[in-house]
């Protein structure tokens, strides 16, 4: 889940002996958004298959510290383990970013997806952008009349997604959680473009994971979390889900999203925010027989369009 900060950070240099060559460049600008696409809309249905047997904050904590500790080792046997040094300021900023995209943006839709469809969760995520708006607008940034008409365009599109939570078809906590959660992803995105990060973007993936995961595992004992766990207890298909999202959408996905960040258009990697939602809606209709009722295709369709006309107009400017 997720969407890009909107400033984007400076290219990252190329390593050491190689010039980069635009084809190459744009073919791997490609390759990567086509991941995040389809990986991360993927991952809310892994999601909830995981928490129908496994502790959402737990398993969350789980998934991010095993990614982050095999992105570290995988960063220290491609450039070294000087790749993987930092300045206590770096170090802390990598902390603050991941507890806000991975605990905070991450995590509470992690809990909030054992009460919500993974469809509904995404189309609420999907409002991520609007949000970035607002944040810019807060520093002194003034969007475009088109920008802020898009932005009350997904107002109207998310007060119809909130339906369901007010009707009772779904917890409205969970609905609320899931807000909650993209306003805190939306909050590490644009932190992530003002503080001073590694130089090294997946050096600066691992630690984000890393202290993202030991929050999730403090809020999860906090939370009682592990009274009463049995291990044995866990399907076949929640560790299935778990390893995939564990490989795909926190090695892969959330990779891929970094580099991306440093290395594409902002406008176009903000595509993905409008693109995973119809990922996660279809996969979650087609395997877990999630109802596609009459607020999600319209306040989805609302919210998908306004985040054209806000990603369009941004490319445009």
Same mark, same amino acid.
């Given at each position: 889940?997720?969407?890009?900060?909107?400033?984007r950070?400076?290219?990252?240099?190329?390593?050491?002996?190689?010039t980069?060559?635009?084809?190459?460049?744009?073919?791997?600008?490609w390759?990567?958004?086509?991941?995040v696409?389809?990986?991360?809309? %993927?991952?809310?249905?892994?999601?909830?298959?995981?928490?129908?047997?496994?502790?959402?904050?737990?398993s969350?904590?789980?998934?991010?510290?095993?990614?982050?500790?095999?992105?570290?080792?995988?960063?220290?046997?491609?450039?070294?383990?000087?790749?993987?040094?930092?300045?206590?300021?770096?170090?802390?900023?990598?902390?603050?970013?991941?507890?806000?995209?991975?605990?905070?943006?991450?995590? #509470?839709?992690?809990?909030?997806?054992?009460?919500?469809?993974?469809?509904?969760?995404?189309?609420?995520v999907?409002?991520?952008?609007?949000?970035?708006?607002?944040?810019?607008?807060?520093?002194? &940034?003034?969007?475009?009349?088109?920008? #802020?008409?898009?932005?009350?365009?997904?107002?109207?599109?998310?007060?119809?997604?909130?339906?369901?939570?007010?009707? @009772? &078809?779904?917890?409205?906590?969970?609905?609320?959680?899931?807000?909650?959660?993209?306003v805190?992803?939306?909050?590490?995105?644009?932190?992530?473009?003002?503080?001073?990060?590694?130089?090294?973007?997946?050096? @600066?993936?691992a630690?984000?994971?890393?202290?993202?995961?030991?929050g999730?595992?403090?809020?999860?004992?906090?939370?009682?979390?592990?009274?009463?766990? &049995?291990?044995?207890?866990? %399907?076949?298909?929640?560790?299935?889900?778990?390893?995939? #999202?564990?490989?795909?959408?926190?090695?892969?996905?959330?990779?891929?999203?970094?580099?991306? #960040?440093?290395?594409?258009?902002?406008?176009?990697?903000?595509?993905?925010?409008?693109?995973?939602p119809?990922?996660?809606?279809?996969?979650?209709?087609?395997?877990? &027989?999630?109802?596609?009722?009459?607020?999600?295709?319209?306040?989805?369709?609302?919210?998908?369009?306004?985040?054209?006309?806000?990603? @369009?107009?941004?490319?445009?400017?």
């Open positions: 889940m997720p969407t890009p900060s909107p400033t950070p400076a290219p990252a240099d190329p390593p050491p002996g190689r980069a060559r635009p084809g190459r460049t744009a073919g791997a600008v390759t990567a958004l086509t991941l696409y389809v990986v991360w809309g %993927s991952t809310y249905l892994g999601i909830r298959i995981v928490v129908e047997t496994m502790p959402p904050f737990l969350a904590g789980a998934r991010f510290i095993t990614a982050g500790l095999l992105l570290a080792a995988a960063v220290a046997w491609r450039y070294g383990p000087a790749a993987l040094r930092a300045t206590r300021a770096q170090l802390g900023s990598a902390v603050l970013v991941g507890l806000l995209l991975v605990l905070g943006g991450n995590g #509470l839709v992690v809990l909030a997806e054992t009460d919500v469809p993974s469809g509904l969760a995404a189309l609420l999907a409002a991520v952008p609007m949000w970035l708006v607002v944040l810019r607008a807060s520093t002194g &940034d003034r969007p475009p009349p088109r920008t #802020l008409a898009g932005v009350l365009l997904g107002l109207a599109g998310l007060t119809v997604l909130t339906s369901p939570g007010f009707s @009772g &078809d779904v917890r409205l906590t969970g609905v609320l959680l899931v807000l909650a959660a993209s805190l992803w939306s909050l590490g995105s644009f932190s992530s473009s003002k503080l001073d990060l590694p130089g090294n973007p997946f050096t @600066g993936s630690y984000q994971m890393l202290a993202g995961g030991v999730g595992v403090v809020v999860g004992l906090l939370r009682g979390e592990h009274r009463g766990l &049995d291990p044995a207890a866990f %399907s076949a298909a929640s560790w299935l889900a778990l390893g995939y #999202l564990v490989l795909f959408g926190s090695l892969v996905g959330f990779t891929a999203y970094v580099w991306l #960040l440093q290395s594409a258009p902002l406008s176009l990697v903000a595509t993905y925010a409008y693109v995973n119809v990922v996660a809606v279809a996969l979650g209709a087609l395997i877990l &027989d999630e109802a596609l009722t009459w607020p999600i295709l319209l306040g989805g369709a609302v919210v998908c369009a306004a985040v054209g006309v806000i990603v @369009g107009t941004e490319r445009r400017t």
